[in-house]
């Protein structure tokens, strides 16, 4: 049966990016990526290849550094990190077209968390991850499609990544619609062999992530913990558990429902293993930290409730503070 995307573009070429295309391509899906440098050269040379827990999957795709040469697209993953937002998405317009569907995976709080909603924060926007309205702008909103993305890869090499978690991605529409379009993009997902499911109520596993990310990833950076070391040792487990309550008290301000309980989503952390986190991978590479879209945009939100995250935030200024003197 033919895809309901034959145009399908991945828009950066890292451990997620090149996780997706390798199941999509697998699955027959044809898949062209965007990327640049030593990525794009190994793209072009030998495909992109992971290693999962189904096996090693390498597949060829076709690599371009140019939005203009791939042309309009009917789906895109948006797999890059948000402080590249800014400067990469007013200049994808030659992808989108009329009915585009873009589905932005990136941690932390997503620019377009407040559109769709209703009352006071009725299109409000996240200062901290879109200061100047560059992302509203940039995309109509109705191209959007929300995601949550659960796994765990680390690129080995340009184009080449590893992955030793079962793979879930978690997708709807920001004003909680059930559409057609969002059950062909998660038959597609889940056609590639990645779990994948469709919500009427996306922000409520976007906190799940969010909670994920903040409790892991900028206290990996002070401590160069893994994730089992993080939520596992006695020390480590007790600052990671002050963070969850701060953050699931502001999730829940937003009316946002976490089904986990907070010692079982600690076990659960415990139980990713000797996992580097994302940002702690970024540290160590000497990349900008996602400390804006993971840590402020929270800090923001529960501000704008009325509520302090003084451990969040204590464990945030230290992260940044680590990054901004580690070696060069």
């Known amino acids: 049966m033919s895809s309901p995307f034959p145009r399908l573009c991945i828009v950066g070429a890292g451990a997620i990016g090149c996780t997706l295309a390798a199941r999509l391509g697998t699955s027959g899906q044809p898949v062209s990526l965007l990327a640049r440098g030593n990525t794009l050269a190994a793209l072009r040379e030998q ?13 060829a795709v076709r690599a371009e550094a140019d939005c203009a040469a791939l042309g ?11 402080p590249a937002l800014a400067g990469l998405l007013p200049g994808l317009a030659p992808l989108i077209g009329p009915e585009t569907v873009v589905v932005p995976v ?12 209703t009352g006071r924060f009725a299109n409000e926007r996240v200062e901290a991850v879109d200061p100047d309205g560059t992302l509203a702008a940039a995309l109509d909103p109705a191209h959007l499609l929300g995601c949550v993305v659960f ?32 059950e062909q993009v998660r038959a597609l997902i889940e056609g590639a062999g990645i779990e994948a499911r469709a919500t009427d109520r ?12 903040l409790t892991s990833n900028p206290l990996s950076v002070v401590t160069g913990a893994t994730l089992e070391e993080i939520y596992g040792e006695p020390e480590l487990r007790q600052v990671a558990g ?16 976490v089904s986990i309980d907070p010692q079982s989503f600690l076990d659960l952390g415990a139980g990713m293993g000797a996992v580097r986190t994302s940002m702690l991978q970024d540290h160590e590479a000497g990349r900008p930290l996602e400390l804006a879209a993971i840590g402020d945009a929270v800090l923001e939100l529960a501000g704008y409730q009325g509520l302090a995250m003084p451990v969040t935030r204590d464990i945030l200024t230290l992260a940044r503070c680590r990054s901004r003197h580690r070696p060069a």
């Open 202 to 213: 996306i922000r409520d596993q976007l906190w799940t992530k969010i909670i994920a990310n």
């Open 106 to 117: 990136v941690n932390g709080v997503p620019w377009w968390y407040f559109h769709g909603e």
């Open 151 to 182: 796994i765990t890869a680390e690129v080995e090499a340009p184009g080449t990544v590893r992955s030793g978690n079962p793979h879930l991605m978690i997708l709807g529409e920001p004003d909680n619609r059930l559409s057609p379009r969002l």
């Open 47 to 59: 495909g992109v290849r992971l290693t999962d827990l189904d096996g090693t999957h390498q597949v």
């Open 242 to 257: 002050k963070i969850l309550h701060e953050a699931l008290l502001t999730a829940a301000a937003y009316g946002a429902r």
């Open 72 to 82: 309009e697209q009917d789906l895109i993953f948006l797999c890059v990190k948000a």
